[in-house]
């Protein structure tokens, strides 16, 4: 089986006088992440000779900070999909369960990790595309809050959802690579600066729990599978040993959250994506002269399945006679979802969860049921509603098929560093 971590295995410097917090470090870098002079292609063929003529802020404080770079790893197809199968370039086994899936979007991202190609990794979370990997290969992921980290040269999805965010093995690694990505951005008007408690968040990782109040979502921890649920159980027992306590609270509103997060996704996708037409990006065709005919035609051979069909709905979401009908629906639910994790949020100073309801899926069998991909995403895209930041922290083993487990903590806006203290305690 053909296996691809790295789309481009290209290696940048970073700056060498830097004598930065990321000197001698390696990293790799999703590949729907601008990098000035090295082929950017989101997994698709419509991008496949794409060589962007800028780098991503978060790629320039990358190099500011010291780091290599070491490639542009596999994704699905402009993030879309939960296995990493949707690439144009093929398959990235999991190297915590060969075999397998490592998840998605950024399943090569996570797998380069796991994998000890690099020690750190940049991902993107639209909803759940870092922890989702971080779960199934066994590292660590963190899905920042909305507008802590510049989307500047992130080749866009769903703008309102996603972050980009770190993966490290451990906790405090990838908090480390947080504080370098970290801070507004001119070019992006949606980031703010935040005040730090401590002095980093690579320094909040020091596994104090004692009186943290946990709260479990029960909607979040039902539909998981047997072997999931069983670890989760076992790690909260864990840090309850070390001082901290846990009650079960309710989120009514998340029953509709994969609904509201696909009409909205997709719906962002079809306006985002209208941009590849075959002019300014794109492959050449025969078509000649008509513009919708070679809009059509390059559209066609560019795009993969997963993507056309999210092209298709979000276009219909949109349109004038179903708007009511199905976006702004899945608008009023966002806002439901908020609500209740801000509800939650008042009365415990995180929430926990699965990361994922099941373990890594084998190769090849989710592909041909959409449906059962999305479910899959239950549990991380409530966050992405709410704008909240999250972390994915490995939890053990399944004691049903011996396959990584993650476990999820949730914080109010801008509490990274209290999810990096409290994740670092299952280390
Ligand atoms: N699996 C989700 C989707 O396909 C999330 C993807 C992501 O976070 N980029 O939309």
């Not at 199905?326 to 995180?350: G, I, M, N, P, T």
Request: aromatic share 8%; with cysteine; hydrophobic share 40%.
């Amino acid at each position: 089986m053909a296996d691809t971590i790295f789309i481009t295995d290209e290696r940048i410097d970073g700056d060498a006088d830097a004598d930065g917090p990321l000197t001698g470090r390696t990293v790799a870098i999703k590949d729907n992440i601008s990098t000035e002079g090295v082929r950017t292609t989101c997994g698709s063929a419509m991008l496949e000779d794409y060589v962007p003529p800028y780098d991503a802020t978060v790629v320039s404080r990358l190099k500011d900070a010291g780091a290599t770079i070491v490639g542009k790893t596999n994704m699905d197809e402009f993030g879309m999909g939960t296995t990493t199968e949707t690439s144009a370039f093929g398959p990235t086994d999991n190297p915590a369960a060969p075999g397998h899936v490592p998840g998605g979007s950024s399943g090569g991202s996570a797998a380069a990790v796991a994998a000890g190609e690099a020690e750190l990794a940049l991902g993107s979370d639209t909803g759940g595309s870092i922890r989702c990997p971080a779960a199934f290969c066994g590292v660590v992921g963190i899905k920042p809050t909305y507008g802590l980290v510049s989307r500047y040269g992130l080749v866009a999805y769903g703008n309102s959802l996603e972050q980009i965010g770190p993966f490290g093995e451990t906790v405090e690694d990838a908090a480390a690579l947080l504080d370098v990505i970290t801070g507004p951005d001119d070019r992006d008007a949606t980031t703010r600066a935040v005040e730090l408690d401590g002095e980093s968040y690579a320094d909040a990782a020091t596994g104090d729990v004692d009186g943290l109040t946990i709260g479990v979502p029960t909607e979040l921890v039902e539909g998981a599978d047997e072997g999931v649920v069983d670890t989760f159980w076992d790690a909260i027992a864990e840090l309850e040993a070390q001082g901290a306590e846990y009650h079960e609270v309710s989120l009514p509103s998340v029953e509709h959250a994969v609904e509201a997060y696909y009409v909205i996704a997709m719906s962002e996708a079809s306006s985002n994506l209208a941009r590849f037409d075959g002019v300014r990006y794109g492959p050449a065709t025969d078509a000649d002269g008509n513009w919708n005919e070679t809009f059509a035609a390059v559209r066609k051979e560019g795009f993969g399945d997963e993507v056309k069909r999210r092209i298709l709905l979000g276009t219909y979401a949109l349109s004038a006679g179903y708007h009511d009908k199905y976006y702004k629906k899945a608008q009023d639910a966002r806002a439901w979802v908020k609500q209740d994790f801000d509800e939650a949020l008042s009365e415990a100073d995180v929430l926990a969860s699965p990361t994922m309801p099941v373990t890594p899926f084998e190769q090849g069998e989710s592909l041909d049921d959409p449906l059962q991909m999305y479910l899959a995403d239950a549990n991380t895209v409530p966050v992405n509603l709410a704008d909240l930041p999250a972390i994915s922290v490995p939890a053990g083993e399944s004691d049903v098929d011996g396959l990584p487990v993650g476990l999820q903590l949730v914080g109010p806006s801008f509490g990274e560093e209290r999810l990096i203290r409290a994740a670092s305690a299952l280390e």
